[in-house]
């Protein structure tokens, strides 16, 4: 099976062209393909598929195996896969996921895609804060929906917590029955935030582009940040606007790594 290695900021996938002929038993081939030591090594599994009702279908997979309803950087990617490989012309692209079609709109460079502008929809915000106490501290988390579940916490130095101990904890938080990304958020300036990101599914990841959307709408609702802002995570930065239409916009690099077969080796022995 050919695939594609690419990444946004440092959120990287496998990609499949899956618009002839997708392969089977998705779950556990994005487990398979996501190890990081007997597989390729990746956050997860984006298939691109056809679509009735947009120009193309992302179906995305965790590392894990689960199925994911949106990925911010995962879907830059898909837009520059396309673009790059000939199967579309076009730099405004609309995408189905699981959370709906998403209107990207592709920056290019020497004739190839080298970013995108996302409309994000609409976050959802859930009023009522939840506080947890989390291996001995105190949370308080902002509930935010962007086509998938976010927790946000303003924390002054999210570089220092343990996230590999806190994550797991809030990920399986009983206020969200099917998991919840989970972020911590500091505010360095009006127009600069910056966060990291426990993806439930993957764990931690180098960036998470709705966890960084969801973020601003918590913190911009709080009055604690403006409402077009630098989000700074551990891969590098997103350029996010939480526009007059309501709709959160998002920009950011897609970068291809390599190209190669995958070979279960089911067959060696």
């Known amino acids: 099976m050919q695939f594609t290695k690419m990444h946004g900021l440092g959120n990287d996938y496998v990609f499949v062209d899956c618009t002839k002929e997708s392969p089977a038993n998705l779950p556990e081939l994005a487990a398979a393909l996501s190890d990081r030591h007997f597989g390729v090594g990746s956050d997860g599994l984006i ?30 990617c898909v837009g520059k896969f396309v673009y790059d490989r000939g199967m579309t012309r076009q730099t405004h692209l609309t995408i ?3 959370s709906g079609v998403k209107d990207l709109h592709l920056q290019i460079r020497a004739g190839k895609a080298v970013g995108a502008t996302v409309d994000m929809g609409v976050p959802v915000l859930r ?7 989390i291996n001995g501290k105190d949370f308080s988390f902002t509930a935010v929906s962007m086509g998938n579940p976010h927790a946000v916490a303003l924390c002054a130095a999210p570089e220092a917590l343990d ?27 009006p127009q600069r935030i910056r966060l990291r990101v426990w993806e439930r599914g993957s764990g931690e990841t180098l960036a998470c582009g709705t966890g ?23 891969g590098g930065e997103l350029s ?7 709709h959160i916009y998002m920009s950011g690099p897609a970068v291809t790594v390599f190209e190669g077969v995958y070979e279960d080796g089911t067959d060696q022995q």
Not at 127 to 133: H, I, K, N, S
Request: charged share 20%.
């Open 47 to 76: 298939c691109i598929c056809p679509s009735q009702q947009a120009d193309f279908q992302m179906r995305m997979f965790n590392a894990d195996g689960s199925e994911g309803a949106m990925c911010g950087n995962g879907i830059r």
């Open 96 to 98: 189905e996921t699981l």
């Open 127 to 133: 009023e009522e804060a939840l506080v947890r106490e």
């Open 163 to 189: 996230l590999a101990r806190i994550g797991p904890v809030m990920e399986t938080d009983t206020a969200f029955p099917g998991g919840v990304n989970v972020e911590f958020a500091a505010v360095e300036s």
């Open 212 to 234: 960084a959307c969801a973020t601003l709408a918590a913190l911009a609702a709080q009055g604690l940040c403006r409402w077009q802002v630098t989000a700074a995570l551990p």
């Open 240 to 246: 996010l606007r939480w526009a007059e239409d309501g």
